[in-house]
């Protein structure tokens, strides 16, 4: 886990004496910003896709596809989404009134596009330079900033996910496309092979079916899983060797069949809480 994702995770952290319910209603009102974010980039130029030589080199040395300088928005329309997510992490108990105020106050001081560009590319410098500059807690900017990054890098992914060359990609536990760690899994409602969804562009891709994607160890003993109680076909993988942790959806047995990959993870938000409280991240 690279700082960004480290420092983003402290965030959640905040939220695990969330009722579950709750939680997931925190997660799907992101969500749908996100999406209106990523419905007003299309009139946008489409992101330009390696040559089949470069794609073909970057995936055999498990290197991302994104050349990982996305367009964004204007500035000004920005800093719109990023109040509203304000409001729903205040809203929600995520961030203190007096966290979201100081932000709010200095959104017209930042770049708040270049920002989100800096996250989606895993650089930490620019966070901690606006921190600095404008005295907003890291997480609260960090928060607010993943959330459009994630969108801008979704809207970013969508014409690459079907380059991705699925022999290449199994060998990784990275996002082939961004580069970034997985959210979830889901295991194929025909054949059960196991697919791993990225927790910011949202590509999916197949990986194998016993190990660790974040550490890559294979010893079953240091591998579990659990599964919370009237909830069939979602459970939590977990590695005692990283102690990190990763949600399944089988869709087996989730009879959903047009539910989108990120309504799938809402809908697992629970599980999220229940690893976070048993030690894992």
């Not at 209603?25 to 969500?31: D, G, K, P, V």
């Not at 304000?86 to 995520?94: N, Q």
Request: include cysteine; charged fraction near 30%.
């Amino acid at each position: 886990m690279g700082q960004v994702e480290e420092r983003a995770s402290r965030v959640g952290e905040n939220a695990t004496g969330f009722p579950a319910e709750d939680y997931e209603s925190f997660h799907r009102e992101l969500s749908e910003i996100r999406r209106r974010i990523i419905a007003s980039m299309h009139g946008l130029s489409e992101p330009e896709a390696p040559g089949e030589a470069e794609r073909k080199q970057r995936q055999k040395e498990s290197m991302p596809l994104m050349p990982l300088e996305p367009e964004r928005l204007e500035d000004p329309a920005l800093v719109g989404y990023a109040r509203e997510i304000l409001e729903i992490a205040v809203r929600h108990g995520v961030l203190a009134p007096d966290e979201s105020g100081s932000l709010i106050d200095a959104l017209g001081e930042l770049e708040v596009g270049a920002l989100a560009v800096s996250i989606a590319r895993r650089e930490t410098g620019p966070l901690f330079e606006a921190c600095e500059r404008t005295g907003v807690a890291s997480d609260a900017l960090l928060f607010v900033g993943e959330h459009l990054a994630r969108a801008i890098l979704t809207w970013h992914a969508g014409p690459l996910g079907d380059l991705v060359d699925p022999d290449l990609a199994i060998r990784s536990g990275s996002c082939p496309v961004c580069g970034n760690l997985p959210r979830f899994s889901c295991l194929d409602a025909e054949d059960a092979v196991r697919t791993l969804v990225c927790g910011m562009c949202e590509t999916s891709w197949r990986y194998r079916r016993i190990g660790c994607p974040f550490c890559g160890n294979e010893d079953q003993k240091k591998l579990r899983h659990f599964t919370v109680g009237k909830e069939p076909g979602y459970r939590v993988d977990v590695c005692d060797e990283c102690k990190r942790y990763l949600k399944q959806v089988d869709l087996r047995k989730v009879r959903d069949e047009d539910a989108a990959l990120a309504d799938l993870d809402i809908a697992s938000a629970r599980l999220d809480l229940l690893a976070w409280r048993e030690g894992y991240r």
